[in-house]
Nanobody, 122 residues
Framework: QVQLMESGGGLVQPGGSLTLSCAAS????????MRWYRQCPGKERELVAG???????NYADSVKGRFTISRDSAKNTVYLQMKSLKPEDTAVYYC????????????????WGQGTQVTVSS
């Protein structure tokens, strides 16, 4: 069974930095794209950043220049480095991954983590 587990959330002051991690574990044949989403209270979940298997990245306009997504394929882990944080970055951050389960070795399936809270406040 595949699981995604986020870590690194917490409380940070405006202008501060935080790095989130998301590790995929279980029976995994390969991982294609990994992404970070966030959901603010009362709003829909939105894409923050994504990175594919060739390390091509994309970002939401609201985080460009402040957030950096990266991955360690050997560890099946994706990171989100967040700098110059603003109160409006406060949200639950979720990772997802499009991957091929080890027991199937074919087909892409999307898995989600349980989320980690990021609060930007003084």
């Amino acid at each position: 069974q595949v699981q995604l587990m986020e870590s690194g959330g917490g409380l940070v002051q405006p202008g501060g930095s935080l790095t989130l991690s998301c590790a995929a574990s279980g029976s995994i044949f390969s991982i294609n794209t990994m992404r970070w989403y966030r959901q603010c209270p009362g709003k829909e979940r939105e894409l923050v950043a994504g990175i594919d298997s060739r390390d091509s990245t994309n970002y939401a306009d609201s985080v460009k220049g402040r957030f950096t997504i990266s991955r360690d394929s050997a560890k099946n882990t994706v990171y989100l480095q967040m700098k110059s944080l603003k109160p409006e970055d406060t949200a639950v951050y979720y990772c997802n991954a499009d991957l091929v389960p080890g027991h199937l070795r074919t087909g892409l399936f999307r898995y989600w983590g349980q989320g980690t809270q990021v609060t930007v406040s003084s």
